[in-house]
């Protein structure tokens, strides 16, 4: 099992940054990829961004390309989304997901959840 804990979530004003991280309870060499994604009050979750370790590839939803960017720190369990030029409509209950083989923008292919970070863009 891979715990994950994000921190970073809390309250800006509109075209504020903030930095999501996500620690994982093991060293990352088990994981293929991990994923932020995120769900407002009375709405689905909604994927944001998935990162690849063994190819670096990226990916992001329409809704946050150009603003947000996913990373890792290699050094040691850690993934972060750096959040720029955030809007009302970014704000969300954030989760952090990781799985051991598969690597998509959705959901269903992620295997381990942490319990989510709140986001609250205010204008």
């Given at each position: ?8 979530g809390?309250?800006?004003q ?5 930095r999501?991280?996500?620690?994982a ?8 990829c991990m994923?932020?994604?995120?769900q407002?009050?009375?709405?689905e979750r909604?994927?944001v ?8 590839f ?10 947000f ?13 750096q ?9 969300a ?7 051991r083989?598969?690597?998509a923008?959705a959901?269903?292919?992620f ?13």
């Open positions: 099992q891979v715990q994950l804990v994000e921190t970073g809390g309250s800006v509109v075209g504020g940054s903030l999501l991280s996500c620690a309870s093991e060293y990352t060499y088990n994981i293929n994923g932020w994604f995120r407002a009050p009375g709405k909604e994927a961004a998935r990162l690849n370790f063994g190819s670096g990226t990916e992001y939803s329409d809704s946050v390309k150009g603003r960017t996913i990373s890792r720190n290699t050094a040691d369990n850690t993934m972060y989304l959040m720029n030029r955030l809007k009302p409509e970014d704000t209950m954030y989760y952090c997901a990781a799985d083989f598969r690597c923008l959901a269903r292919f295997e381990f959840w942490g319990p989510g970070t709140q986001v609250t863009v205010s204008s």
